[in-house]
């Protein structure tokens, strides 16, 4: 069985840093591309960052580039996503997915998700 597991949200101020993580199991991922999403509030689930395992390869989102950064850690099977500078517009569910079809910034092009975790900035 397939897990994704985020952890490492929470509320902070704006201008400070979260690290989120994201465990996988069940299956081996690494032909996968990893990407995490995010969902406020009544707007659609949007891309954020993504990265492949194979020659770690990365993308970002424009509302996020030069503030987070998305890494991988084989051994783990893990990935996190270093947010830094966060701004109250940053605040949403956050998702982690694994799919095939590369470093792909559609959420239908992703096969597992994980269960989100919230991160909250305050102004």
């Known amino acids: 069985q397939v897990q994704l597991v985020e952890s490492g949200g929470g509320l902070v101020q704006a201008g400070g840093s979260l690290r989120l993580s994201c465990a996988a199991s069940?299956?081996?991922?690494?032909?996968?591309?990893m990407g995490w999403f995010r969902q406020a509030p009544g707007k659609e689930r949007e891309f954020v960052a993504g990265?492949?395992?194979?020659?770690?390869?990365?993308y970002y989102a424009n509302s996020v580039k030069g503030r987070f950064t998305i890494s991988g850690d084989n051994a783990k099977i893990t990935v996190y996503l270093q947010m830094n500078s966060l701004k109250p517009e940053d605040t949403a569910v956050y998702y982690c997915?694994?799919?095939?079809?590369?470093?792909?910034?559609?959420?239908?092009?992703?096969?597992?998700w994980g269960q989100g975790t919230q991160v909250t900035v305050s102004s």
């Open positions: 997915a694994a799919g095939l079809r590369g470093i792909a910034t559609t959420p239908a092009d992703y096969n597992y």
């Open positions: 069940g299956r081996t991922f690494s032909s996968y591309s």
């Open positions: 990265l492949a395992w194979i020659g770690r390869s990365t």
